[in-house]
T-cell receptor, first 116, second 109 residues
Framework: GEEVAQTPKHLVRGEGQKAKLYCAPI?????VFWYQQVLKNEFKFLIS????????ETGMPKERFSAKCLPNSPCSLEIQATKLEDSAVYFC??????????????FGPGTRLTVT | RKEVEQDPGPFNVPEGATVAFNCTYS??????FFWYRQDCRKEPKLLMS???SGNEDGRFTAQLNRASQYISLLIRDSKLSDSATYLC??????????FGAGTRLTVKP
C-alpha cells in the first residue's frame, strides 16, 4: 500500500497477558522498524528488519519482546507477559533502503498499548 | 548526555512570526538528519531531510553544521497549522534513528 498500516489501533491488556501488534510496510519498502514512545516524545528504537531478516535488534529488550517479518505476512511485535511499563504507543516505520546514508522513514499511525 | 538534544520549549509565537529551533547530536559519525513533525497522538510525519549544504522547502529552511554537531530548522511566516511538536532525528548508523525529545510550537492568532 501507499501508507504504513498498523493494527490494532488500541490494545488493552491485563498485566501478564500477551500483546501482539501488526505492521504492513509501504509496498516496495525493504526495511521495517519498530519504535516505542513511552512518554510524550521519548522514542526508543526496538528492532529493524531487512525483508524477513533481523537487521538491527540492539534496542530490543532481551526478555518478553519478540518480532518477526515473514514473507507475504504483516510484520509483528509480540510482548509476552506484559508489564505496566510496557504501556506506550508502538510505531512501525518503513524505508526503501537503510545504512549510513539512509533514506527517510515513513511511520504508521501507531498502536496504543495500555497495560492495566 | 542524550544522543540528540532539543530545547523542549514551548515556543509560543504569533501568526506571521519567524521561529528557529536548534538540535545538537553527540555522534560525530552521524550521516543523515531529518526534521519530523508530530501532532498530538499522531505518528511523526517527515517534514524535511537536512542536507550538508542546507536546504529550503517553502517557508522551512534546514541547516546542518557538522563541525558543531547541530541542526537547525527555521520557520518563516508561521501559520496556525504549524502548531505541533518538531522532532530532530539523527541516524548514527544502520538506520536506527535517534530522536530528540521534541520542541513544542504553538502559533497563536
Amino acid at each position: 500500500g501507499e501508507e504504513v498500516a498498523q493494527t490494532p489501533k488500541h490494545l488493552v491488556r491485563g498485566e501478564g497477558q500477551k500483546a501482539k501488534l501488526y505492521c504492513a510496510p509501504i509496498k516496495g519498502h525493504s526495511y521495517v522498524f519498530w519504535y516505542q514512545q513511552v512518554l510524550k516524545n521519548e522514542f526508543k528504537f526496538l528492532i529493524s528488519f531487512q525483508n524477513e531478516n533481523v537487521f538491527d535488534e540492539t534496542g530490543m529488550p532481551k526478555e518478553r519482546f519478540s518480532a518477526k517479518c515473514l514473507p507475504n505476512s504483516p510484520c509483528s511485535l509480540e510482548i509476552q507477559a506484559t508489564k505496566l511499563e510496557d504501556s506506550a504507543v508502538y510505531f512501525c516505520a518503513s524505508s526503501r533502503i537503510a545504512g549510513a546514508y539512509s533514506y527517510e522513514q515513513y511511520f504508521g499511525p501507531g498502536t496504543r498499548l495500555t497495560v492495566t | 548526555r542524550k544522543e540528540v538534544e532539543q530545547d523542549p520549549g514551548p515556543f509560543n509565537v504569533p501568526e506571521g512570526a519567524t521561529v528557529a529551533f536548534n538540535c545538537t547530536y553527540s555522534n560525530s559519525a552521524s550521516q543523515s538528519f531529518f526534521w519530523y513533525r508530530q501532532d498530538c497522538r499522531k505518528e511523526p510525519k517527515l517534514l524535511m531531510s537536512v542536507y550538508s549544504s542546507g536546504n529550503e522547502d517553502g517557508r522551512f529552511t534546514a541547516q546542518l553544521n557538522r563541525a558543531s554537531q547541530y541542526i537547525s530548522l527555521l520557520i518563516r511566516d508561521s501559520k496556525l497549522s504549524d502548531s505541533a511538536t518538531y522532532l530532530c532525528v539523527v541516524n548514527p548508523h544502520n538506520n536506527d534513528m535517534r530522536f530528540g525529545a521534541g520542541t513544542r510550537l504553538t502559533v497563536k492568532p
